[in-house]
Nanobody
Framework: QVQLVESGGGLVQAGGSLRLSCAASGRTFSSYAMGWFRQAPGKEREFVAA????????YYADSVKGRFTISRNNALKMVYLQMNSLKSDDTADYYCAARESVTARYGANRYDYWGQGTQVTVSS
């Protein structure tokens, strides 16, 4: 069982930056691939980024590639999402997710544990 708690959301102007953090509980954190997803009002949850258990493989949605960076610290049981050059389209609730596999995947249905989410609002 893994519990996930996100933090770092807030209000930022377009072009600004935010760093989201996700703290995980439980043992063997490195055994879990981690992902970030987001859901805007009235829209379906969508994939943002994912990272393998070791951190050696990272994947991004085309919409955030070059602007967002996912990283993890297995010793601290943390995963991060650095978001730069934010746009109004990035406004959403952001969720951290864990998958019981070291291999990262894109689909939300491939993840087993979810955090409560943190809200990101980008003003134009």
């Amino acid at each position: 069982q893994v519990q996930l708690v996100e933090s770092g959301g807030g209000l930022v102007q377009a072009g600004g930056s935010l760093r989201l953090s996700c703290a995980a509980s439980g043992r063997t954190f490195s055994s879990y691939a981690m992902g970030w997803f987001r859901q805007a009002p009235g829209k379906e949850r969508e994939f943002v980024a994912a990272i393998s258990g070791s951190g050696g493989s990272r994947y991004y949605a085309d919409s955030v590639k070059g602007r967002f960076t996912i990283s993890r610290n297995n010793a601290l049981k943390m995963v991060y999402l650095q978001m730069n050059s934010l746009k109004s389209d990035d406004t959403a609730d952001y969720y951290c997710a864990a998958r019981e596999s070291v291999t990262a995947r894109y689909g939300a249905n491939r993840y087993d544990y979810w955090g409560q989410g943190t809200q990101v609002t980008v003003s134009s």
